[in-house]
């Protein structure tokens, strides 16, 4: 009996490479590629019996590209889509007709090789066996860390380039992949730190390649604060000393309504938890009696100012050290001055974004893990 083949379609190197493992370790052939035009020769020559392809490839209309890899056979050649960030790709993969759409789960390895075997008709117990999930290979991990740090080089060249000429969605883009890329291992190696703050560079990324008008100063700078951050998570002794931010606590005090649920949101989004405090003197009640990892503020509050709050906050045994975010719509040199002074950690200017709001805070929660605010 023939083994099954798959076409395996990822441009990221070493993804590549440990997808098509993957499923070789599972008795199947694999034709490992990463471009289209690489996929449709494979296509034309071989006819394999399923695709497994990642939807963020440069220059290519997913939904073109599906439709032909799927082909006009009785069936159709089944088609796997990766998971990524973004609902809108995979919304985009079920409108032209994937089989299959992946989410970013626990186990992203095993979640595509469940897939597979369901697509393939296969008994997946009968099944070569599937190996140790990869998480556990230090091998894999090592061969990722090594080549972080050009992933970052070229992150850093892209968001200059941004910087220097603007809005330049193409560039913009360009750096929404190298990110992809990183994000994806992480997730897939059991790297959840890494995997967490990765995810939500490659979400605003994504948004500002869309909406290349959102880029300003401040979205460039938390880029900025995030390449670098991740940079010093790289050795073993710091990124271990991270845990899962899924527990963390934030207080959010805005006394405008609009802005809290902006913010609220952005952090549902980044997998956080938070409660809010519409005046001063709620958010000092409530941090006299909980211990928060985050404290957003706004500026411009009732009764006092968050600067005043602030000093205040500053001055409680429990949140001496916590990071504190003002958000103002004034971004002055003044304002950061002031923000300093009274004891806070950093800023971000109005009008932000939800994916700049999530990325700040994951920044500094790590930060507050690991003890360098």
């Excluded at 290519?60 to 973004?86: A, E, H, M, S, W």
């Excluded at 091998?139 to 000429?165: F, G, I, N, Q, Y």
Aim: hydrophobic fraction near 45%.
């Amino acid at each position: 009996m023939n083994k099954k083949r798959v076409l395996l379609l990822h441009e990221d190197r070493l993804l590549n490479k440990l997808f098509g493992e993957k499923l070789e370790s599972a008795g199947l052939t694999v034709d490992a590629v990463r471009s289209k035009t690489e996929a449709l020769n494979v296509m034309e020559q071989k006819h394999p019996d399923a695709v497994v392809l990642d939807p963020v490839l440069p220059g290519t209309d997913l939904v073109q590209l599906i439709k032909t890899l799927r082909g006009t056979g009785t069936p159709p050649t089944p088609v796997i889509v990766l998971p990524t960030t973004r609902p809108a790709h995979s919304d985009t993969a079920k409108e032209a007709g994937a089989d299959a759409v992946l989410l970013r789960g626990a186990n992203p390895l095993n979640d595509m090789m469940d897939a597979v075997y369901a697509k393939l008709g296969m008994d997946k117990m009968a099944a070569i066996s599937r190996g140790l999930a990869f998480h556990q290979d230090e091998t894999w991990l090592k061969a990722s860390l090594e080549a972080a740090p050009e992933v970052l080089k070229d992150l850093r060249r892209a968001l200059h380039e941004v910087s220097r000429e603007g809005g330049d969605r193409a560039i913009m883009v360009e750096f929404y992949r190298a990110i992809h890329g990183f994000a994806e291992q992480m997730a897939v190696l059991g790297e959840r730190p890494l995997h967490y703050l990765a995810t939500q560079i490659e979400m605003l990324a994504h948004d500002l390649g869309k909406f290349p008008d959102q880029i300003n100063p401040s979205v460039l700078r938390t880029l900025g604060q995030a390449i670098d951050f991740l940079s010093t998570l790289l050795p073993d002794a710091m990124r271990k000393r991270l845990s899962d931010p899924g527990a963390a606590q934030v207080l959010v005090v805005d006394d405008e309504d609009g802005a809290r649920k902006i913010i609220m949101a952005a952090m549902r989004v980044a997998n956080l938890k938070s409660m809010a405090a519409d005046t001063p003197t709620t958010g000092l009640s409530a941090l006299g009696v909980q211990d928060f990892d985050l404290i957003f503020l706004d500026v411009g509050l009732p009764e006092m100012s968050g600067f005043e709050l602030c000093t205040k906050i500053r001055a409680l045994p429990m949140h001496d050290k916590t990071p504190i975010i003002f958000i103002t719509g004034m971004a002055t040199f003044q304002n950061r001055v002031q923000s300093s002074l009274s004891g806070g950690n950093d800023f971000v200017g109005k009008p932000f974004s939800i994916a700049e709001l999530g990325l700040k805070a994951l920044i500094w929660i790590f930060k507050g893990q690991l003890g360098v605010t």
